[in-house]
Structure formats: C-alpha cells, structure tokens
C-alpha cells in the first residue's frame, strides 16, 4: 500500500512541475540586495581569514600538472584578500544571516577570537582518544553562556560546507581566468 501511495505521488509530482515551471521566471543568480547583509558577510569573512580557506580548496584540489597547481597558487597569491570577501559575500548572504554574521564577527575579533582563527590555519592533526575531553578555555566557557554566540556559531558551523562549496566555486572561475591570461 506505502508504495501504491509514494508512486501516485511520484506521477503526480512528475506531472504537475513542468505546469509549475513553466509559468515562473528563470532563477536568477543568488546576489543579495541589502549592502549591509553583504557588508556584514565581508566582514565576517575577513574575520575568519577566508583567504585561507580558498588555499586550503586549491591545496586539495586535483591538477594535471604540478605547474598547474603551482599557477593558481601564484595567482590566489595576486588576489587581495578584500576581493575574495567582495566575490564570495554575495552567494554567502543566503547561507549566512546578518545576526550570525555580526556576532561571529564580533567574536573572532575579540584576542581569544584571533587565537581560535590562528589555531585553525597553524594547528597540526590532533588525536582523540576514546574518553577524552577537551579543555574549554575560560573565554570560550564564557562566550558559550552567550545565547547570540551559540547561536550564531551553529549557524556558521551549518554554514562551513556552503562556504567551502563557494571557495571551491570562486577557485575554479580564478583557474579558468588564469588559464585565459595565459592565451
């Protein structure tokens, strides 16, 4: 019966998009409206040193040549980091709210913010054993007290494949304008 069911609405979802899709527009790129959402995502994205996250995709990215992957390296190495803030923002605003990003902004401008940031581009692989717990330092016991930064940090937590998904986006259009140079 379960499938009897799931199939008549398999048809009938099968059926009924085209009529739907056919009277929308076409989706246009995901670009924010409001300047101070994609301000506010700028700024966080600096704050979290971006930048970094974009070499670390390039870094794990395939290339056919090792003189390949050594050209997009010089080539991110060209790039500002203030570009890579204004071209990643825009596509973020829909993952990433004007709250999170503010109050994570906040809290990785704060010492033990920058600390957090330092740790996570400059730590090496780190071992859990099993019945391990890790010691919170006293800043982090206070800022998880914190509604808007518990908050704000799963929010930005659910966020990291999104983020990673656009670096890894904005990695290939900067590849593919390398390679146009070239010509």
Known sequence: MKFAVQAVLGLSLAFTAPAFAANTAPAAPLVASNPAHVQA???LLA?????KVLKGV?????????????AVF???DKIPPAEVYQRLAPTLTSTISVDTATEMTRFYNTAYGKQVI??????GAQIMMPGMTVALAPEEKKERKRAAYVKASKEL???EPAIEHEAFKLLQVINKENNKEKR
């Open 157 to 159: 937590a659910d966020a």
């Open 47 to 51: 704050a979290m040193q971006i930048e």
């Open 58 to 70: 390039a870094a794990r990215s395939r290339y056919p040549t090792e003189a390949q992957k050594q």
């Open 41 to 43: 995502v700028q700024n």
């Open 118 to 123: 330092y740790k996570k581009y400059n730590s």
């Open 74 to 76: 010089a080539k991110l």
